[in-house]
């Protein structure tokens, strides 16, 4: 797989991505969806077991689905929790049309082998590669955690294609942003020692 022909400091791109959450409807081309594939496989990966797999997701009904699953988890989450609004994904669930992948058409899920002691790990880091990459190239991504439960189901699983011994962690929406946004501000580094 060929690098991109699109440059940026990695400086500039860890200080420049930020969630995205609105989109155009432009659909992204396999090519640049490869593209971002081939960077996330670049992240360490413990006792190079490389655990990842992907699950690209495209089809406005597919995400629809998905979605209204999502919410349904959240629905029960919330319930057993006894939480309250104020999250973006409670928020959008609270909008009962809203969709959580809000309105991109690419959701890109990294899926794990859970053979191994640290596959979330390796995941996380590469789905940082990716959103970094998405980033350098113009595009927005989000993480959509709130639909890990409803990726997980055994319905989505199978008709995602997910083998046994695979969990979905980390769905991240992809797409050309609709509208400029800014990074979010961080707190400062909170160093607990440095002796
Ligand atoms: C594990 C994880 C789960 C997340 N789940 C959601 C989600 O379900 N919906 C959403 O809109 N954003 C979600 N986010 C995005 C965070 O809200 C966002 O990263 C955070 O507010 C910091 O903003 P930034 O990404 O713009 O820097 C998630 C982020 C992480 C790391």
Redesign the pocket.
């Known amino acids: 797989m060929k690098q991109s022909q699109n440059s940026m400091s990695v400086v500039a791109a860890i200080y420049g991505?930020?969630?995205v959450?609105s989109y155009t409807p432009e659909q992204l081309d396999r090519d640049t969806i490869n593209v971002l594939l081939a960077a996330a496989v670049r992240a360490p990966t413990a006792i190079h077991k490389e655990p990842w797999a992907f699950v690209v997701v495209q089809g406005a009904g597919l995400l629809r689905r998905i979605s209204d699953c999502a919410k349904a988890f959240l629905s029960q989450e919330i319930h057993h929790a006894g939480l309250h609004t104020g999250?973006?994904?409670l928020d959008?669930l609270a909008s009962s049309d809203a969709s959580?992948f809000?309105s991109a058409s690419t959701l890109i899920v990294i899926c794990a082998d859970t053979t191994g002691a640290f596959f979330t790990a390796d995941c996380w880091l590469a789905a940082e590669n990716l959103m970094l990459a998405a980033h350098a190239r113009g595009l927005g991504t989000?993480?959509?955690?709130?639909?890990v439960s409803a990726l997980n189901s055994a319905e989505l699983k199978a008709e995602l294609g997910l083998p046994a011994g695979t969990t979905a962690i980390?769905p991240i929406i992809v797409g050309v942003p609709a509208d400029e946004t800014s990074?979010?501000a961080r707190k400062e580094p909170r160093i607990l020692a440095w002796k």
Not at 142 to 147: E, H, L, N, Q, S
């Open positions: 991505r930020h969630s959450r999250s973006h994904a959008t959580v809000y989000c993480v959509i955690g709130c639909a980390a990074p979010t």
